[in-house]
């Protein structure tokens, strides 16, 4: 750290067990330049994209993990023991997910107090992240099969009561080119569904 920025930290009044490790997005952005910061804060930019880029990739694998123990767990057809071990293991892959959502959104707050230093999300892709986007792929792949089923008639009347097809959340679209058509992503979804199980191992990268 520059030493105007150790100065600074240094007058707050913080007792030193208790202060956390100062990195650019920790200060005030209009003061970057005074304390000498503003090339630091290029690099934690990049880092901080780098790592809400591998939370990502990691939410996605731990969602793709939970969806196989919640298909094992239906169809163990094992005793009580089985149950309990599947539904601990269900239970461990969405505490893994918690744990990538925050820090995925701690890098997308910094990415935030950086912004206008660092440079905008090279890929394009990366947007705030809620619990609505946290769905298992089999799951909103079930939901697209029983819509397609239903007809385009059925699904419209729906979608005006606000119901229907949910949307692929983005998380699940980062493998697809920034600007794919929603052929493109209709089709790629077509191949997911008819190749069942084995295709959301695959799309999660899990072996």
Known sequence: MPPDALEEISDQEILPEYQCLQ?????PRDTYDRLGLTALADTE??????QAHDAIK????????KSFMVSAKYNSGGGQRM????????HNAQ?????????????????GKLQGV???????????????HLIMLAEWMDEHRYWREQGETAEARAAREGQGRRELPWIWKMEFPVHASQDH????????????GSCILNTVHIV
């Not at 990691?58 to 993990?65: E, S, Y």
């Not at 149950?83 to 269900?90: K, P, Q």
């Not at 505490?95 to 990415?111: F, H, L």
């Open 118 to 132: 660092g440079r905008e999300d090279s890929s394009g892709k990366l947007q705030e992240l809620t619990n609505d």
């Open 83 to 90: 149950l309990t071990r599947s539904e601990a293991e269900i």
């Open 95 to 111: 505490k893994q997910v918690e744990k990538w959502k925050e820090v995925y959104q701690r890098a997308w707050k910094a990415m």
């Open 58 to 65: 990691r939410i996605r694998n731990a969602l793709g993990l």
């Open 185 to 196: 992503i209709d089709k790629a979804v077509d191949e997911w569904t008819d190749e069942g």
């Open 23 to 27: 990195l650019p997005s920790d200060f």
């Open 45 to 50: 930019y990049i880092l901080r994209e780098a």
